[in-house]
């Protein structure tokens, strides 16, 4: 019988230092700082998302005033019967 070059303790070994290296290089990359700093003032160099507030519009849905979002989707503000929260129903057109 022939003997076997990878035996299990051989290939255990050979996918353990694959992985090791691969987190090794993957640690070694390096992300950005969130910040920068001009003249003396920390400046945030993401960008940051304003929150539009809702515009409301000429038409009414069932008596309530319907509402453009922010990415153009018209809703109605809804109150649920059994907890009594309000949430938000988009209207398909």
């Known amino acids: 019988m022939r003997k ?3 035996t299990i303790e051989r290939k255990t070994i050979l996918i353990m230092i694959i992985i090791l290296s691969l987190c090794a290089v993957a640690s070694a990359q390096e992300t950005p700082a969130p910040y920068k700093v001009v003249n003396n003032e920390i ?3 993401t ?3 304003v929150k539009q507030a809702p515009e409301l519009t000429k038409y009414t849905y069932k008596g309530k005033p319907v509402y453009r ?3 153009g989707g018209l809703f109605v503000y809804m109150t649920s019967k059994k907890s009594g ?3 938000k129903k988009y209207l398909k057109i």
């Open 4 to 6: 076997q070059f990878f």
């Open 43 to 45: 400046v945030s160099t």
């Open 47 to 49: 960008t940051v998302k």
């Open 69 to 71: 979002g922010s990415k």
């Open 85 to 87: 929260k309000v949430y």
